[in-house]
């Protein structure tokens, strides 16, 4: 079992910046890709930002430029530094794993708890 939680969310003015932080703990041989979703209210969930084993990323069109992905593999740990945000990125931050676990080799995808952003004046 991998268990994931979100942290980093809060209540942040138009144009500021926060910073999201996903553990992975449990026992775990390897870690692959590392992404983060997001849901707000009447919409679909939407894949912010991916990376990849090798450190590739990937952004939706909404965010290309703002936000940034990265992971610290010794931490089994992502990160979504988002900078210029607006009242549009509103929503419920959900990280996604994929992982290996240690006792049965087995490899499935993981979701944290989700963590809230809250972009308002």
């Known amino acids: 079992q991998v268990q994931l939680v979100e942290s980093g969310g809060g209540l942040v003015q138009p144009g500021g910046s926060l910073r999201l932080s996903c553990a992975a703990s449990?026992?775990?041989?390897?870690?692959?890709?590392m992404a983060w979703y997001r849901r707000a209210p009447g919409k679909q969930r939407e894949r912010v930002a991916l990376i990849t084993s090798g450190g590739s990323t990937t952004y939706a069109d909404s965010v290309k430029g703002r936000f940034t992905i990265s992971r610290d593999n010794a931490k089994n740990t992502v990160y979504l530094q988002m900078n210029g945000l607006n009242p549009e990125d509103t929503a419920l931050y959900y990280c996604?794993?994929?992982?290996?676990?240690?006792?049965?080799?087995?490899?499935?995808?993981?979701w944290g708890q989700g963590t809230q952003v809250t972009v308002s004046s």
């Open positions: 996604n794993v994929e992982a290996t676990t240690a006792t049965t080799y087995y490899t499935g995808r993981y």
């Open positions: 449990g026992s775990m041989v390897s870690i692959n890709e």
